[in-house]
């Protein structure tokens, strides 16, 4: 009888601490090991720590106890001269087989074509660009080899000078495209991813894109397209060429 009477005590007592006797037996059987915070945040404190010496440091100036000049004469000359053969020695044009649509009575040459970087311009521009270099600058250049959502690159820093000088000098060419059927010409056309123009569409990616103090020079795009006009028998259709010119030589 007391024996009983003892059992139901304990019970009791269990239920009135609001313990049964499944959570006691959790309690010993799955008790969780302790855990060293401590240990964590010290970790996590070297991590940081890690991290934070990895990060690049911004760039400081030296103090100058005396006059320092500079002679950017030789830099700047090789920087205008890569400029200068600037857009019709920076691409390659690619035509593949022309077809021949007939409209109302008009026959017309239909050309297929990609105009690309030439790589041997591409990295005579990237090498004098990378001679500017000025850690100091306010000014960059970016020259991206691949696309990527990031717009990874070559990143290079630049006065505002030589920065100035490379986006004004391949921006305001705006890069046309000039066809010749034998000895006649038949004008410009304007492709805005080349051109960097905004004439009837906005171009999602450019050759040359602009941006605040810097150039984004897109060294991996393509562009594909195509251009249609009209021929006569007297045409020399097997000599037509598309030459990427500067737009000061379209009228």
């Known amino acids: 009888m007391f024996k009983k009477l003892a059992v139901i005590g304990l019970a009791t007592a269990l239920v009135g601490c609001g313990t049964t006797n499944r959570a006691l037996a959790n309690d010993i059987f799955t008790r969780a090991p ?45 920087l205008d001269a890569v400029i200068s053969q600037f857009p019709h020695n920076a691409f390659d044009v ?25 790589n041997t311009y591409l990295s005579q521009l990237t090498n004098v ?20 959502w990031t717009t990874p690159g070559y990143d290079v820093r630049l006065d505002m000078t030589s920065s100035n000088k490379l986006m004004r000098g391949l921006y305001r060419a705006g890069p046309q495209l000039l066809v010749r059927v034998g000895n006649r010409s038949l004008g410009c056309y304007n ?17 040359v894109q602009p941006n605040g103090n810097g150039t984004i020079i897109n060294g991996w795009l393509e562009i594909s397209t195509s251009i249609q006009f009209e021929i006569t028998p007297d045409d020399d259709i097997g000599n037509t060429r598309i030459f990427v010119v500067n737009q000061n030589q379209c009228r």
């Open 34 to 78: 302790s855990i060293d915070y401590t240990k964590i945040f010290n970790e996590r404190t070297a991590l940081m720590g890690v991290l934070a010496f990895l990060k690049e440091k911004p760039y400081v100036a030296p103090i100058n106890k005396t006059p320092v000049f500079f002679n950017h004469t030789k830099s700047d000359a090789k």
């Open 129 to 148: 660009v990378s001679q500017s270099s000025n850690p100091g600058g306010k000014g960059w250049a970016k020259i991206v080899g691949k696309k990527h």
């Open 191 to 207: 492709v805005p991813e080349l051109s960097g123009l905004t004439q009837g569409r906005m171009a999602k990616h450019k050759m």
């Open 94 to 118: 690619t035509i593949k087989s022309p077809t021949y649509p007939n409209q109302n009575r008009r026959t017309y040459m239909k050309l297929d074509f990609t105009v690309s970087w030439n």
